[in-house]
């Protein structure tokens, strides 16, 4: 089964089956749209949609979330682009995309996200990579080569699920990120739960 799942997935890669789906991300204090983040769906034929939680874990164990993922970072770049030159306003909207323990650990990552920059026409500075907090801390000791690089272009760098992996001081002092993305299981219980609220209220705080 993992066998045929696998070679699904390597076809689906051939196929470009992958599409992206976008959600907002809305400023609260002025109700504009501050940018996007890019969602990955398989679109399996003859089948629904298929969540990423459903696919993501093989893609990553063999290898295939490299280009996988720079199918997808190259096709929110390009959307990005287009939307911008419809829609001009400025700032320009942020295009937030995922990247994986894999992608994050090659060391041509500049290089790769360099050329989907050059080839779509997107500046730097409406890029945002998201990192879980794990895999950051992890590429931080690894690979600040290409995240001083990356960036050195304008590129913003959200640390995601946060709250759920390390959660060092020690560490996020010396994290080169622009964001935190605070995990769901905190923000769900925004103003029913008191640890959830004081706890969300902490890492804001924080993170200024």
Request: hydrophobic share 40%; with cysteine; aromatic share 6%.
């Amino acid at each position: 089964k993992r066998l045929e799942a696998e070679h699904d997935l390597r076809r689906a890669i051939e196929r470009e089956e992958f599409v992206v789906h976008y959600q907002p991300v809305v400023n609260l204090h002025t109700g504009e749209l501050w940018g996007l983040e890019a969602l990955v769906r398989w679109n399996r034929p003859e089948r629904d949609l298929v969540d990423p939680g459903d696919f993501i874990p093989l893609a990553e164990e063999s290898g295939l979330v490299v280009p996988m993922g720079e199918q997808v970072l190259e096709e929110a770049c390009r959307r990005a682009q287009e939307w911008q030159l419809a829609h001009p306003r400025d700032p320009s909207p942020v295009m937030c995309v995922n990247l994986s323990a894999r992608q994050i650990g090659r060391p041509d990552l500049a290089e790769v996200v360099e050329g989907v920059l050059d080839e779509t026409g997107l500046d730097g500075s409406c890029l945002s990579l998201d990192v879980t907090e794990t895999v950051y801390v992890e590429a931080l000791e690894s690979n600040t080569a290409a995240l001083d690089r990356l960036t050195g272009m304008g590129v913003r760098i959200s640390i995601d699920d946060f709250g759920t992996g390390y959660s060092s001081l020690a560490y996020l002092k010396g994290l080169p990120a622009d964001a935190l993305k605070i995990d769901r299981s905190f923000v769900k219980g925004l103003g029913e739960e008191v640890e959830d609220t004081v706890l969300v209220r902490m890492v804001i705080e924080l993170a200024h």
